[in-house]
């Protein structure tokens, strides 16, 4: 009776995780003219360590429920009922929620924090804390709903707090269509996710998780229908998460200010599809041809993400084709159903790869300062003019040294857990070729990345001029790079697998939620007594990825004339990296010029124009040479023709009643 | 009291017909007082609406032509209810927004009231005769709207607008005389234009209901206007003046839509029935060509303009699909596009007011200097193409769900609609509002007024209500939209 009363008393506090940037965003919003530029972040900021507070108090709520009833859930009111379809504003917080919105809200925090010295001065400062605010509200109402519909709402709302951040900067046209482009793509998977809702609820007549899972728990295995929505699904997520084939948008989404990429474009909403498929575990458990698909199309993204990362020369645009590859990653986790090792990727990716950005942000920052004080004119992403920064960024670069050790795969980091989880479960599943991809990707990795540190901090300044040089940040934004650091060292020690010693209650604590699902896809333990197997092929990856690291420090620090050569010595296929594969051109070539052209001069000036309005004004015309004289033909008086055609029209018509 | 609702702006017509040419302002406040009024009478029909019955209410009845069996008879249910309150709400933004035409102010307002009512007695009439008159009566005032107060070609465009609407409601004459010759009062005997005897009557033939359904529909299709019949529309509103545009986008337009609800369908249920595959294709067609059609127009109003088949081949999907969903999805869409897209010819108005053109060309970097009217494009715009949160998201989903249970193959074919719409509002809205302003004349234009405001924030609040609390609506029409089905076949 205690804990009931209690369970009752905290749900009730759920609506306020996303209510904090709400009213955050709200105010900012509407006081846009009269707020101060400081007062803004710090009243962001705010919103979001009262969502972050709240969030905490949540999870200790659940802790303190026994294992397997941790669920709190709160409905507002009903949003929509219409004949047998019924959809509430209703949250829902079980473990991993919890999770999300932890992850969501902490991250979010500190990111808003260190916008705050990002931002400094910028004209539109104001604006960037409503939207970015906005964002917060919308994704946690994706992560907390309790329905595919709300869901969905949080889904779009974060798409469009995407587009307007990444085109932030409008005035340059070049940055206000990658914003077009990134909800344009996201609106092709979000075709597939509404028509995944629709047959849904056409399936279990019920849009709302519990629902629909205990409903789908009575299907066969291997069921078409529940095939068709998981896929359908996935569609979405392929979109969202920035995946083969619809990946396109992420990188040109860098556009916009650094902290929004950290933020959005890498520890959050990108990784939204990740966190559907993991909700819907007990839907794609059962179809196994879901699951083979998700885990193949992670595979694949997180590789060829992986090979144009390598020969990228803008900071951010690695760092995207990273994101782009680390969440394939996490899909492979899932789609061999180890969704807790997906999660806890999705996890840990958030701490290191905001630090990533957020120290590029402090990097660029840096230069981009520097250049305007020495009056040069250049890009202060292009690593290609950095170097040697490690002297003049110390925070920044210490910070950095860890996440990028932590994204490759050192042990004892949290990258290391959690991706070690994933390609043991590849592994242990049996999909060895998918295994071997994804080791590959992970020596590419720790090259790319390693490579990326050494041309930003280490050799010489290569845009030096004078004595001047760039500076460090403002604390306001050190100090966030500094917590995510540590972070990314002990994120993982929530997960230590058992056979080193851990308990791995992370896993643990998202039992409850995938345990259907797993023992569906008859995986629920396999991972767990690999004993040294197990521990020779963490060896083994480990062992890759320090090979990467000194790939790298061989190619970038001791021969600094290597990478040319084998650029050109790979000659055709190193143009053709460089260039991204040129899907974008292809994309271009292949749909988007040949629609415009065929509704332009087709659909409207032929078809239109020519064929529907001809027929009506040549009807008319042909009225009129029959019913007048000939003098009166050529009139060009459109009401002639017009009246004549409505003569005609009507014997018509009486020809055919009569 | 309905009467009064449905008359008041004819009233309000003939004060200002008394009142003198060389007052303007004297002749606007008047109409804007009439318009706002018959709004305000609207409020208590809220309060006093029964969301029960179906049966008509604030129902009155009485003869007209007795030796004819036509009455005055009106009264409104669960989806009329919502297309008077649409009507009424638009009518005093259109007269602010109007507040700007100079030519012939009296005429102006005179036809604009003059076309409220009948409008609003299109929507409320349950005799067929006085459902024909109102119909037909509509034409003329939108026509001198178009004609006299448009633009460069609109003799062209008013003449166009009218032959085709004139085309389609000669035939649905024949049709209404047709059904008057076959009726027969259930309580007199006696041949009755009544709509609601008519109802209780039994059905025409099969062959006879094809015969029938297809006049009406036609006279409807063309007011929808649905592909093949929608050349028509971006003529007038590229000339029709920005009043005209919204009213004709936001009411006229369902006339056709309703004119399938109210009558097409539940006279003859098994000819509707028979018709689905037609009309349902005829709408995905008419989806995704308008949005095709819309994403390569040079003219901001133009492009709205064929954006509205698109939309308006969502309703007709939805109403077709023949379930719940489908049809409350339908109407509802019905009053989110009155409501979208009556804003987003504010707003092109707006912007054609400032710089008198609308080619997307001429603009770019607006953002820059027009802040808040950027941003209230993007919320219209976003509401426009679907935004869950926003009105128009609700009614596409209820319309694709419903289709989806008619057909799926229906609902994965209109859903693309729902990517070219951000195709074709994003690319506009970047053309227009981002990049830097490139052009001079663009440099200085003025933000809204406080008079833009009024007319535009009334339609942002709704966008949100609508968007957030769609029950409030949906369970006023729940009832009518049950018994609706209930008359069609299974």
Same mark, same amino acid.
């Not at chain 1, 056409?202 to 291997?222: L, N, Q």
């Not at chain 1, 998460?241 to 396109?248: F, M």
């Not at chain 1, 920064?389 to 490759?408: E, N, Q």
């Not at chain 2, 012939?104 to 409008?119: A, D, I, N, P, W």
């Given at each position: 009776?205690?804990?009931?009363?209690?369970?009752?008393?905290?749900?009730?506090?759920?609506?306020?995780?996303p209510?904090?940037p709400f009213?955050g965003m709200l105010?900012n919003g509407?006081?846009?003219?009269?707020?101060?530029?400081?007062?803004?972040?710090?009243?962001a900021?705010?919103a979001m360590?009262?969502a972050?507070?709240?969030?905490?108090?949540?999870?200790?709520?659940?802790?303190?429920?026994?294992?397997?009833?941790?669920?709190?859930?709160?409905?507002?009111?009903?949003?929509?009922?219409?004949?047998?379809?019924?959809?509430?504003?209703? !949250?829902?917080?079980?473990?991993?929620?919890?999770?999300?919105?932890?992850?969501v809200s902490?991250?979010g925090?500190?990111i808003h924090?260190?916008s705050?010295?990002?931002?400094?001065?910028?004209?539109g400062?104001v604006r960037y804390f409503t939207y970015l605010n906005l964002f917060a509200f919308f994704m946690l109402t994706l992560v907390?709903?309790?329905?595919?519909?709300?869901?969905f709402v949080g889904w779009e709302g974060v798409g469009l707090c995407s587009y307007l951040l990444i085109g932030f900067w409008y005035?340059?046209?070049?940055k206000a269509?990658a914003g077009n482009?990134a909800f344009?793509?996201n609106r092709?998977?979000d075709?597939?996710?509404?028509?995944?809702?629709?047959?849904?609820?056409?399936?279990?007549?019920?849009?709302?998780?519990?629902? +629909?899972?205990?409903?789908?728990?009575?299907?066969?295995?291997?069921?078409?229908?529940?095939?068709?929505?998981?896929?359908?699904?996935?569609?979405?997520?392929?979109g969202k998460?920035?995946?083969?084939?619809?990946?396109?948008w992420l990188?040109?989404a860098?556009a916009g200010p650094?902290p929004v990429s950290a933020l959005i474009h890498a520890a959050t909403m990108v990784t939204a599809?990740?966190?559907?498929?993991?909700?819907?575990?007990?839907?794609?458990?059962?179809?196994?041809?879901?699951?083979?698909? +998700?885990?193949?199309?992670?595979?694949?993204?997180?590789?060829?993400?992986?090979?144009?990362?390598?020969?990228?020369?803008?900071?951010?645009?690695?760092?995207?084709?990273?994101?782009?590859?680390?969440?394939?990653?996490?899909?492979?986790?899932?789609?061999?159903?180890?969704?807790?090792?997906?999660?806890?990727?999705?996890?840990?990716?958030?701490?290191?790869?905001?630090?990533?950005?957020?120290?590029?942000?402090?990097?660029? /920052?840096?230069?981009?300062?520097?250049?305007?004080?020495?009056?040069?004119?250049?890009?202060?992403?292009?690593?290609?003019?950095?170097?040697?920064?490690?002297?003049?960024?110390?925070?920044?670069?210490?910070?950095?040294?860890?996440?990028?050790?932590?994204?490759?795969?050192?042990?004892?980091?949290?990258?290391?857990?959690?991706?070690?989880?994933?390609?043991?479960?590849?592994?242990?599943?049996?999909?060895?070729?998918?295994?071997?991809?994804?080791?590959?990707?992970?020596?590419?990795?720790?090259?790319?990345?390693?490579?990326?540190?050494?041309?930003?901090?280490?050799?010489?300044?290569?845009?030096?001029?004078?004595?001047?040089?760039?500076?460090?940040?403002?604390?306001?934004?050190?100090?966030?790079?500094?917590?995510?650091?540590?972070?990314?060292?002990?994120?993982?020690?929530?997960?230590?697998?058992?056979?080193?010693?851990?308990?791995?209650?992370?896993?643990?604590?998202?039992?409850?939620?995938?345990?259907?699902?797993?023992?569906?896809?008859?995986?629920?333990?396999?991972?767990?007594?690999?004993?040294?197997?197990?521990?020779?092929?963490?060896?083994?990856?480990?062992?890759?990825?320090?090979?990467?690291?000194?790939?790298?420090?061989?190619?970038?620090?001791?021969?600094?004339?290597?990478?040319?050569?084998?650029?050109?010595?790979?000659?055709?296929?190193?143009?053709?990296?460089?260039?991204?594969?040129?899907?974008?051109?292809?994309?271009?070539?292949?749909?988007?010029?040949?629609?415009?052209?065929?509704?332009?001069?087709?659909?409207?000036?032929? !078809?239109?124009?020519?064929?529907?309005?001809?027929?009506?004004?040549?009807?008319?015309?042909?009225?009129?040479?029959?019913?007048?004289?000939?003098?009166?033909?050529?009139?060009?008086?459109?009401?002639?023709?017009?009246?004549?055609?409505?003569?005609?029209?009507?014997?018509?018509?009486?020809?055919?009643?009569? | 009291?309905?009467?009064?609702?449905?008359?008041?702006?004819?009233?309000?017509?003939?004060?200002?017909?008394?009142?003198?040419?060389?007052?303007?302002?004297?002749?606007?406040?008047?109409?804007?007082?009439?318009?706002?009024?018959?709004?305000?009478?609207?409020?208590?029909?809220?309060?006093?609406?029964?969301?029960?019955?179906?049966?008509?209410?604030?129902?009155?009845?009485?003869?007209?032509?007795?030796?004819?069996?036509?009455?005055?008879?009106?009264?409104?249910?669960?989806?009329?209810?919502?297309?008077?309150?649409?009507?009424?709400?638009?009518?005093?933004?259109?007269?602010?927004?109007?507040?700007?035409?100079?030519?012939?102010?009296?005429?102006?307002?005179?036809?604009?009231?003059?076309?409220?009512?009948?409008?609003?007695?299109? !929507?409320?009439?349950?005799?067929?005769?006085?459902?024909?008159?109102?119909?037909?009566?509509?034409?003329?005032?939108?026509?001198?709207?178009?004609?006299?107060?448009?633009?460069?070609?609109?003799?062209?465009?008013?003449?166009?607008?009218?032959?085709?609407?004139?085309?389609?409601?000669? @035939?649905?004459?024949?049709?209404?005389?047709?059904?008057?010759? /076959?009726?027969?009062?259930?309580?007199?005997?006696?041949?009755?234009?009544?709509?609601?005897?008519?109802?209780?009557?039994?059905?025409?033939?099969?062959?006879?209901?094809?015969? @029938?359904?297809?006049?009406?529909?036609?006279?409807?299709?063309?007011?929808?206007?649905?592909?093949?019949?929608?050349?028509?529309?971006?003529?007038?509103?590229?000339?029709?003046?920005?009043?005209?545009?919204?009213?004709?986008?936001?009411?006229?337009?369902?006339?056709?839509?309703?004119?399938?609800?109210?009558?097409?369908?539940?006279?003859?249920?098994?000819?509707?029935?028979?018709?689905?595959?037609?009309?349902?294709?005829?709408?995905?067609?008419?989806?995704?060509?308008?949005?095709?059609?819309?994403?390569?127009?040079?003219?901001?109003?133009?492009?709205?303009?064929?954006?509205?088949?698109?939309?308006?081949?969502?309703?007709?999907?939805?109403? !077709?699909?023949?379930?719940?969903?489908?049809?409350?999805?339908?109407?509802?869409?019905?009053?989110?596009?009155?409501?979208?897209?009556?804003?987003?010819?504010?707003?092109?108005?707006?912007?054609?007011?400032?710089?008198?053109?609308?080619?997307?060309?001429?603009?770019?970097?607006?953002?820059?200097?027009?802040?808040?009217?950027?941003t209230?494009?993007l919320i219209?715009?976003l509401?426009?193409l679907?935004l869950p949160g926003l009105?128009?998201?609700?009614?596409?989903?209820?319309?694709?769900?419903?289709?989806?249970?008619?057909?799926?193959?229906?609902?994965?074919?209109?859903?693309?609609? +729902?990517?070219?719409?951000a195709?074709? @509002?994003l690319?506009?809205?970047?053309? +227009?509002?981002?990049?830097?302003?490139?052009?001079?004349?663009?440099?200085?234009?003025?933000?809204?007024?406080?008079?833009?405001?009024?007319?535009?924030?009334?339609?942002?609040?709704?966008?949100?209500?609508?968007?957030?609390?769609?029950?409030?609506?949906?369970?006023?029409?729940?009832?009518?939209?049950?018994?609706?089905?209930?008359?069609?076949?299974?």
């Open positions: 009776m205690e804990h009931e009363a209690a369970t009752a008393a905290h749900s009730s506090l759920l609506w306020l995780i209510a904090f009213l105010i509407l006081m846009r003219r009269r707020m101060p530029e400081k007062a803004a972040g710090i009243l900021s705010a360590l009262g972050f507070l709240v969030s905490l108090l949540v999870f200790l709520d659940l802790r303190a429920l026994p294992h397997h009833g941790r669920a709190l859930t709160q409905t507002i009111y009903t949003w929509f009922a219409v004949g047998d379809f019924h959809v509430d504003v209703s !949250f829902l917080a079980d473990p991993l929620s919890a999770v999300m919105i932890l992850v902490g991250v925090f500190l924090v260190y705050i010295g990002y931002m400094k001065g910028d004209p400062a907390l709903a309790d329905n595919y519909l709300l869901m005035t340059d046209y070049e269509l482009k344009i793509v092709i998977g075709f597939g996710f509404i028509l995944g809702i629709l047959l849904m609820f056409a399936t279990f007549g019920s849009v709302e998780y519990g629902t +629909v899972f205990d409903r789908a728990a009575g299907f066969p295995y291997g069921s078409a229908v529940i095939t068709a929505i998981t896929l359908l699904l996935f569609l979405g997520a392929t998460s920035a995946q083969l084939p619809l990946y396109v990188p040109d860098m650094t599809g990740v966190y559907m498929v993991a909700r819907s575990n007990l839907l794609y458990s059962l179809a196994p041809v879901s699951l083979t698909v +998700v885990a193949a199309v992670g595979a694949f993204t997180a590789l060829f993400a992986a090979t144009i990362g390598l020969t990228q020369f803008d900071i951010k645009k690695v760092l995207a084709y990273s994101t782009v590859s680390q969440l394939g990653y996490m899909f492979l986790g899932c789609g061999v159903a180890a969704f807790g090792a997906g999660i806890f990727h999705l996890m840990t990716h958030a701490f290191f790869k905001a630090l990533l950005f957020l120290g590029s942000g402090s990097v660029i /920052h840096a230069m981009d300062h520097y250049f305007h004080h020495a009056g040069i004119k250049s890009n202060a992403q292009d690593m290609r003019y950095m170097g040697g920064l490690r002297k003049h960024l110390p925070s920044t670069y210490w910070t950095m040294l860890v996440g990028c050790l932590a994204i490759a795969g050192i042990p004892g980091l949290s990258g290391f857990f959690s991706k070690d989880e994933i390609l043991w479960k590849t592994f242990a599943s049996g999909n060895y070729g998918l295994w071997i991809i994804a080791v590959i990707t992970s020596g590419l990795t720790a090259f790319y990345m390693f490579r990326l540190l050494y041309m930003t901090f280490h050799g010489d300044f290569r845009s030096a001029k004078g004595h001047d040089h760039p500076h460090e940040s403002p604390r306001v934004m050190t100090v966030p790079l500094m917590i995510l650091a540590g972070l990314s060292v002990v994120g993982g020690w929530v997960g230590i697998p058992h056979v080193l010693g851990g308990g791995n209650q992370f896993e643990m604590w998202l039992e409850p939620v995938f345990e259907r699902g797993q023992e569906i896809a008859a995986l629920a333990h396999a991972g767990e007594h690999g004993g040294a197997t197990e521990l020779l092929t963490m060896l083994f990856v480990t062992l890759v990825g320090l090979s990467g690291i000194g790939l790298a420090y061989l190619f970038y620090l001791r021969q600094p004339k290597l990478p040319e050569k084998v650029a050109a010595g790979a000659g055709p296929l190193y143009g053709l990296v460089y260039n991204k594969y040129y899907v974008d051109e292809i994309y271009d070539a292949g749909v988007v010029q040949p629609l415009k052209a065929t509704s332009n001069h087709f659909l409207w000036r032929f !078809f239109d124009v020519k064929i529907v309005d001809g027929l009506v004004n040549g009807t008319a015309r042909v009225m009129t040479e029959f019913g007048t004289g000939v003098r009166k033909i050529q009139t060009g008086q459109v009401q002639n023709y017009a009246l004549a055609f409505a003569v005609g029209v009507v014997v018509i018509i009486l020809a055919f009643v009569l | 009291m309905l009467s009064w609702i449905i008359f008041l702006p004819l009233i309000g017509a003939g004060i200002i017909l008394l009142l003198p040419k060389d007052n303007p302002r004297l002749i606007r406040t008047v109409a804007l007082a009439a318009a706002l009024a018959d709004f305000l009478l609207c409020l208590p029909l809220y309060a006093g609406f029964d969301a029960t019955t179906a049966a008509p209410q604030f129902e009155q009845r009485f003869a007209w032509i007795a030796s004819l069996g036509a009455s005055y008879h009106v009264g409104i249910d669960g989806i009329s209810f919502w297309l008077v309150l649409l009507t009424t709400f638009l009518g005093p933004l259109c007269l602010l927004g109007s507040w700007g035409i100079q030519k012939r102010v009296k005429e102006y307002h005179f036809s604009f009231l003059f076309l409220q009512t009948g409008m609003l007695g299109v !929507f409320c009439s349950l005799d067929l005769v006085l459902f024909y008159v109102f119909w037909e009566v509509m034409l003329v005032p939108m026509y001198l709207l178009i004609g006299v107060w448009g633009g460069s070609n609109r003799i062209y465009a008013a003449v166009k607008f009218f032959l085709y609407t004139m085309v389609g409601s000669l @035939l649905m004459l024949v049709a209404i005389i047709w059904i008057y010759l /076959h009726s027969a009062d259930p309580a007199t005997g006696l041949r009755t234009f009544d709509l609601l005897a008519i109802y209780q009557s039994a059905k025409p033939a099969f062959q006879a209901q094809m015969w @029938l359904f297809a006049a009406f529909a036609l006279a409807f299709a063309i007011k929808v206007p649905m592909f093949p019949f929608h050349t028509w529309l971006p003529d007038a509103h590229v000339e029709a003046p920005t009043a005209g545009s919204v009213i004709l986008a936001g009411v006229l337009l369902k006339m056709g839509t309703y004119g399938f609800l109210r009558f097409a369908m539940p006279l003859f249920p098994d000819a509707a029935q028979a018709f689905v595959p037609v009309i349902s294709v005829l709408a995905i067609i008419g989806i995704i060509y308008g949005a095709l059609v819309s994403m390569v127009q040079p003219d901001m109003k133009k492009l709205v303009a064929y954006s509205s088949v698109s939309h308006l081949g969502f309703v007709m999907l939805g109403l !077709f699909a023949l379930n719940a969903q489908g049809v409350s999805g339908g109407i509802y869409q019905m009053l989110n596009h009155g409501v979208s897209t009556g804003a987003l010819f504010f707003l092109v108005g707006v912007i054609y007011d400032r710089r008198h053109t609308r080619r997307i060309a001429d603009f770019g970097g607006l953002a820059k200097v027009m802040p808040i009217y950027t209230v494009f219209v715009a509401s426009s679907g009105n128009g998201f609700v009614g596409e989903f209820l319309i694709l769900l419903g289709a989806w249970r008619a057909n799926p193959v229906y609902a994965i074919f209109a859903a693309t609609g +729902v990517i070219l719409a195709v074709y @509002l690319w506009m809205i970047s053309r +227009v509002f981002y990049g830097k302003v490139d052009k001079e004349e663009n440099e200085k234009l003025p933000d809204l007024t406080l008079r833009e405001k009024l007319t535009l924030y009334p339609l942002v609040v709704m966008i949100f209500v609508m968007g957030i609390f769609p029950q409030f609506f949906l369970s006023k029409m729940e009832t009518s939209v049950r018994v609706f089905l209930e008359s069609m076949p299974r």
